[in-house]
């Protein structure tokens, strides 16, 4: 008997239950907190560095520990100038050649917590491998573990201006070069992208003196009131 006009032969018909059975099981798996779940309003909820990889067997060394450096709540104004926090931080001095010409890498946090796992993975612990650099990895005052303030009244949110966390960062590179003992030929370069990639440019054009270079991943450096185009990005 010959097959019917239109009717799909027997081996593709196989292979399209196959096909249909490995989507199912493909979107059954998709963890949907940590991927679609996160997206709304045009970003992620931890902000657009996110993680380096989803999968673990990738990282290189355990994550590293919590550190606290005491930071200024205010450093501009003279009424709190005394005030301070507790601003969390990473280190990672895998290679760290220690001498009085290694540089130093600065990953700035962003609009989202901080995340330990860009301790150990990424392009720029390559760069740290190739150039015996120490990292640094600096948590964004308000996000994370880093609370400046008690609560998120108005009132508190008057610190939460890129102008702070750039001198917070300015703040954090001179304790951390006294704390090490490092002299003004090991230069520091700052890593950031998106938000955290305009800090990192911001920050090389206002301290030049202690900021060598800066790689700025899309960072959107000119500020624009009414940005439609945005819209079309994602």
């Known amino acids: 008997m010959g097959t019917a006009i239109g009717a799909i032969p027997r081996h593709t018909a196989y292979l399209l239950r196959l096909s249909f059975v490995l989507l199912l099981f493909i979107f059954a798996s998709i963890d949907k907190t940590s991927a679609l779940g996160r997206f709304r309003n045009g970003r992620y909820d931890d902000g657009f560095l996110g993680e380096p990889s989803k999968f673990e067997s ?25 005030l301070t926090w507790k601003q969390r931080y990473f280190v990672n001095d895998e290679f760290y050649r220690n001498d009085r010409t290694a540089p130093v890498f600065l990953m700035i946090g962003g609009e989202g917590e901080a995340s330990k796992r860009w301790m150990s993975e990424g392009a720029w612990i390559k760069y740290a491998e190739h150039f015996g650099a120490l ?8 996000y994370g573990k880093s609370h400046p303030t008690s609560d998120l009244s108005t009132k508190n949110l008057v610190y939460l201006t890129s102008e702070q966390a750039l001198s917070d960062l300015a703040n954090f590179i001179r304790s951390m070069k006294k704390e090490y003992n490092m002299n003004d030929n090991q230069k520091w370069i700052v890593f950031g992208g998106s938000y955290p990639g305009s800090l990192a440019a911001w920050a090389r054009e206002k301290f030049p003196d202690l900021i060598h270079g800066a790689i700025s991943s899309s960072g959107p450096l000119l500020a624009k009131v009414d940005f439609k185009g945005k819209i079309h990005i994602f």
Do not use: I, T
């Not at 355990?62 to 009424?79: I, N, R, S, Y």
């Open 135 to 142: 990292c640094f990895q600096l948590e964004h005052r308000f």
């Open 58 to 82: 990738l990282r290189r060394k355990p994550e590293p520990e919590d550190k606290w450096f005491e930071q200024k709540l205010d450093h501009f104004g003279q009424k709190n100038k005394e």
